[in-house]
């Protein structure tokens, strides 16, 4: 029999029936975390070579985010079919690595030759199944159960609810093992250096003009001089130099204000005093944010000890791809 035709708010109620079921499941797995995962996490870091994902179907989809996420976020891993490690890529795995296995019902059969090499040659074996009696939890070392919820499709069979909870508890691992190890923005950028987000990730440190390149003048420095280094480097200002500090800036602006007798003037004279400065380390995406509020095309860099080390153009962001 053909069903009726579905309203729109009958499919809007459909998927936030969805959305709700998968929800619950989720919470359930938070209410249920401890020592299992504790000590996951713990064989996890202790782990000198690499986590090894496996799975089948929809769960090696999953296998494959939670390998990619792992290895993004400074776990090496990777993720090896269970059917092509059966035919040589159990080469793949050594005994400095953890397997992390994923099975809903725990009995997939193309799971088996990588459940026995594990044990065979003492291969930590960390389980995500819903079923605790099953083969594949009867034979890991640690067991990270899903909760025995519906599939939140119609009929109750596509993978739905299940895959969903299996990402969640691979990103759980994933972030728990980043804090632990204290990784930072600046580690993620380097395994990120493409696309939007290493641009995003950028530090003012790969962008900076430094050296020769930076303007900078003494307070003594007769204006006509000045406006020669300005000239000269191509940035539109220059940096007054006291004691081996930043004491200040010279902008187009100050230039404009100082016009009545600006070539009998030194530096020192026309300079901006306490200029807007980044620091050394600081993301390329604050930086712009601080040009933009504040109106301004270039900053200074400063190092720890307030050295002048680079500066910074809003040009060379925009050049980068930072938006």
């Known amino acids: 029999m053909i069903p009726a035709k579905m309203t729109s708010a009958d499919t809007l109620g459909e998927m936030s ?42 769960s090696g989809h999953i296998g494959n985010k939670i390998a990619a996420t792992l290895a993004s976020t400074g776990t090496p891993a990777q993720f090896v079919h269970a059917t092509e490690a059966s035919h040589g890529d ?7 690595d953890v397997c992390l ?14 459940i026995t090499y594990s044990r065979r040659f ?20 640690v067991t990270l159960l899903l909760p025995d919820a519906p599939e939140a499709c119609g009929i109750g069979v596509a993978p739905t609810t299940s895959t969903t909870a299996t990402l969640a ?4 691992l994933a972030v728990a093992l980043m804090a632990r190890r204290g990784f930072q923005r600046e580690d993620f950028q380097v395994f990120h250096p493409g696309g939007k987000l290493g641009a995003q990730l950028m530090l003012v ?20 001089e000045a406006l020669l280094t300005m000239t000269a480097k191509g940035f ?16 187009d602006g100050d230039l404009r204000r100082n ?15 306490d200029p807007q400065v980044i620091r050394s380390g600081a993301l390329a995406s604050e930086a712009l944010h601080e040009m933009n509020s504040r109106k301004i095309s270039s900053l200074f860099v400063l190092d720890q000890d307030d050295h002048v080390v680079g500066l910074l153009h809003i040009h060379d962001c925009l050049r980068a791809g930072i938006a």
């Open 169 to 172: 508890i691979g990103d759980a």
């Open 90 to 96: 159990l080469g793949m795995v050594t005994a400095r």
């Open 259 to 273: 016009m009545t007798g600006l070539m009998e003037k030194t530096a020192g004279a026309v300079a901006t005093r």
């Open 101 to 114: 296995v994923i099975s809903n019902s725990g009995e997939t059969r193309e799971l088996a030759d990588i």
């Open 122 to 141: 003492g291969i930590p074996l960390i389980a995500i199944t819903r079923v605790a009696e099953s083969t594949l939890a009867q034979q890991a070392d």
């Open 236 to 251: 539109g200002v220059a940096g007054l130099i006291e004691e081996d500090r930043l004491a200040g800036i010279i902008t």
């Open 17 to 58: 029936r969805v959305l709700t079921t998968e929800a619950s499941a989720l919470q359930q797995m938070a209410e249920a975390l401890g020592a299992p995962h504790l000590e996951a996490v713990r064989i996890l870091e202790a782990m000198q070579g690499r986590v090894i994902v496996s799975g089948v179907g929809k």
């Open 205 to 224: 440190d790969a962008l900076m003009h430094a050296g020769e390149a930076l303007p900078l003048v003494l307070p003594d420095t007769p204006m006509a």
